[in-house]
């Protein structure tokens, strides 16, 4: 019952990919190795490729970005949503 979600593909505007891959791309140079933004993205990089990182981080961004432009909500960080 999970849905496939697929990569960034080659069809749509190379310059919204291309600054997605960057921004992806200094996310993963500065953050803290010790801190890792999120777990999976920690988990990802033990297992996978730095390129493979890289991609899987922008099409979350983009993921990200287009539920936040589609109903119109400000973004709110997982630690600010999380009741203790």
Known sequence: GKQNLQGI??????????MLI??????????NRNNAPVDW??????????????????????RTIWALLSKGQNYKRYEDTVVA
Do not use: Q
């Open 41 to 62: 993205l920690e988990g990802l990089m033990r297992r996978r490729h730095h390129n493979v990182v890289i991609v899987a981080l922008a099409n979350k961004l983009a």
């Open 22 to 31: 960057h921004g992806a791309r200094a996310v993963i140079r500065h953050m």
């Open 9 to 18: 593909s080659k069809r749509g505007d190379a310059y919204i990919r291309k």
